[in-house]
Nanobody
Framework: VQLVESGGGLVQAGGSLRLSCVASGFTFDEYAIGWFRQAPGKEREGVSCIASTGGGTYYADSVKGRFTISRDNAKNTVYLQMNSLKVDDTAVYYC??????????????WGQGTQVTVSS
């Protein structure tokens, strides 16, 4: 099982980035994929999640209206489109898999993370 994030970088406040999470080694369309982030000195927080079929999407209040999660099961890829970025969005972003988006499901595999830095 492998999850590989990409798309991070340095962007000015108000700008956009699109993160990708490419999965391999398992039946992709049987799993939900979540995005998480961790800023220096802060706890990891959930950002967004998308159900296995893409029918359900969930967002943290801090990113609602600015971030959009989507998936392409034919490409084993989940995307996180991030618009109107704020300095507070600066963090390492990780994707992880679970059987569903409920907090009761175990996140059993994680990617290595991609750094997002938003400058003022």
């Amino acid at each position: 099982v492998q999850l590989v994030e990409s798309g991070g970088g340095l962007v000015q406040a108000g700008g956009s980035l699109r993160l990708s999470c490419v999965a391999s080694g398992f039946t992709f369309d049987e799993y939900a994929i979540g995005w998480f982030r961790q800023a220096p000195g802060k706890e990891r927080e959930g950002v967004s999640c998308i159900a296995s079929t893409g029918g359900g999407t969930y967002y943290a209040d801090s990113v609602k209206g600015r971030f959009t999660i989507s998936r392409d099961n034919a490409k084993n890829t989940v995307y996180l489109q991030m618009n109107s970025l704020k300095v507070d969005d600066t963090a390492v972003y990780y994707c992880a898999r679970a059987r569903g988006c409920s907090v009761s499901y175990t996140l059993d595999y994680w990617g290595q993370g991609t750094q997002v830095t938003v400058s003022s």
